[in-house]
């Protein structure tokens, strides 16, 4: 326990510890937050995902004020530091001596003698802070992306190569950006049991059944009053793309968290949503049944099965939604881009193709096998899907076309963060030739 820091500050650093272990944000935000009086949650959360988000150029801050270099920082002592700065330089509700000092008891409660140090480094900081210099854009667009912009260099430096320096630029600032939030609504009258209720939602010019809340609207009293799940249009642009037929056998193989099992759901047919554990599947069977008891008519039956090994064949669409790097979801899931390594890139790439091998399996002649994912790496997306065409040359596009034009790359969806307002994501719907074996 800490003398000054309030319970979200502590509750905050305890989170970014839980990230560097290996644990994901939102999913050790969710005890974390369930311990704090309701006051103090949003400033918890807007702490986390702000320093995950920042991170890059707060660390670039603090080299520039601290007497030794950062990696010689305890770890905890260094975000502690990373919160007083996000405080200091991002949330101007916060006066800076309270953002310095609870800092510091921060620091002072996971080293003692580090107490001194950090109040020496943030009090330069709060003195230096409109003196702070970043890599100039125009000369350096790699080193003021990697540090203004608070990117992993080697994703940067992809992104500069196959994007050019203005799209780079755009991108970087759309992840960096506080993600909105919508709710992909599963009955016709949603809309009219938001509006009954004085929710105000805005519909998604893109993506059907999609809806925009307004910043800081409580998300679990709009659950309560409508049948949806929160769900970026992105996600459920995929499943518009799918343009699953009527009275369809659909087989999700990899199908947590659910967002797309649902939306397939809500079709005459049937969805048999499957994924590795029944961990993995609790929260698509909460959703499910909130939502059924709200009035949903979803017809989805959930199985735990690999998707290397499919438990329900033949299906007449088959969507993998492959693991990824997550390159488009960035700016929702900050704590990813410092997660990801350039190595996981070619692990990735190869289980992806162990599942499309195992996809192929399961989808009928005449079928349709739709593979999807939310990063923006060519490896994992169109490079992907031309090695399967090559592979199934009894597969060919058959690209949707229940997606607006803006969104669709040839035979492809193309969902991307700096163009549309939303996450990235990619699909590719390709058509099992009938006379197939």
């Known amino acids: 326990m800490t003398r000054g820091a309030t319970a979200a ?16 944000a939102d999913r050790a935000l969710v005890p974390a937050l369930a311990g704090l009086p309701a006051g103090e949650r949003p400033l918890a959360q807007e702490l986390v995902y702000g320093t995950l988000r ?40 916060i006066p800076a001596y309270a953002a310095v000092s609870e800092s510091v008891e921060l620091a002072r409660s996971v080293a003692p003698k580090a107490a001194g140090f950090a109040n020496a480094v943030l009090q330069t900081l709060q003195r230096r802070a409109t003196s702070l210099t970043f890599p100039p854009l125009e000369s350096d667009p790699r080193g ?45 009258d949603g809309p009219a049991r938001l509006e009954a209720a004085g929710i105000q939602a805005t519909p998604h010019p893109l993506a059907r059944g ?21 769900q970026d249009p992105a996600a459920a642009l995929v499943v518009q793309y799918a343009d699953v037929p009527a009275g369809a056998l659909v087989a999700d193989l990899c199908a947590a968290p659910g967002g797309k099992a649902l939306g ?37 039956v959930l199985l735990v099965a690999d998707g290397r090994a499919p438990a329900v064949r033949p299906a007449d669409v088959v969507l993998l939604d492959a693991p990824c790097t997550g390159t488009g979801t960035l700016r929702r899931h900050p704590d990813g881009r410092w997660r990801v390594r ?35 790496e060519p490896e994992e997306n169109e490079v992907q899907v031309e090695w399967f065409l090559e592979e199934h040359p009894e597969y060919a596009a058959a690209p949707g076309q229940a997606v607006p034009a803006v ?25 099992r030739s009938t006379d197939a074996g």
């Not at 509750?11 to 994901?24: F, K």
């Not at 397939?264 to 929260?283: E, K, M, Q």
Request: net charge positive.
């Open 342 to 376: 350039p190595r996981d890139l070619a692990a990735l790439v190869q289980l992806q193709r162990e599942l499309l091998a195992a996809a192929h399996e399961v989808v009928r002649p005449g079928g349709l096998l739709v593979y999807s994912t939310c990063s923006l």
């Open 407 to 431: 969104v669709r790359d040839g035979d492809w969806l193309r969902v991307q963060p700096q163009r549309h307002g939303c996450d990235g994501a990619f699909a590719a719907r390709l058509r």
């Open 264 to 300: 397939l759901g809500i079709g005459p047919g049937l969805t048999v949503a499957s994924d590795l554990s029944l961990g993995r599947l609790r929260r698509i069977r909460e959703n499910l049944e909130r939502t059924l008891g709200q009035g949903a008519c979803l017809r989805l």
């Open 144 to 188: 003021h992306l990697v540090a203004h912009g608070s990117h992993p260099e080697w994703l940067v430096e992809r992104w500069l190569a196959r994007l050019g320096v203005e799209e780079t630029t755009a991108l970087v600032a759309a992840n960096n950006r506080r993600p909105e939030l919508f709710l992909r609504l599963l009955t016709a």
């Open 210 to 230: 999609v809806v925009g809340l307004p910043p800081g609207t409580p998300v679990l009293p709009v659950l309560e009053t409508a049948a949806a799940v929160v």
């Open 54 to 93: 920042l991170r890059g150029r707060l660390d670039h801050v603090l080299a520039q004020c601290a007497t030794r270099p950062l990696h010689q920082v305890q770890p905890d002592v260094l975000d502690a530091l990373r919160l007083g700065a996000y405080q200091l330089l991002e949330l101007d509700g």
């Open 9 to 24: 500050r502590r509750a905050a650093l305890e989170v970014l510890r839980a990230v560097r272990r290996g644990d994901l």
